[in-house]
């Protein structure tokens, strides 16, 4: 049943309802969240200072702390 965005949208919130009830849904639903802000810029800058080899350093001493 292919239809327009909002009959699929309604579809899909009447078949949750049927197998999850009301309360499920509503606790399905807020797993999902659009956020905010521009992930592609927060990432860059928070990986600026975490070069290749920076990780693979990281990955080492951990590594060799657990042995």
Known sequence: MIGNPSMIR????RALINVLG??????????????DGNYTVER???????SVDTIANRIRKRNESQQ
């Open 10 to 13: 309604n579809e899909g919130y």
């Open 22 to 35: 009301t309360a499920g849904t509503v606790v399905f639903l807020r797993q999902f969240e659009s956020g």
């Open 44 to 50: 860059h800058k928070t990986m600026a200072a975490n």
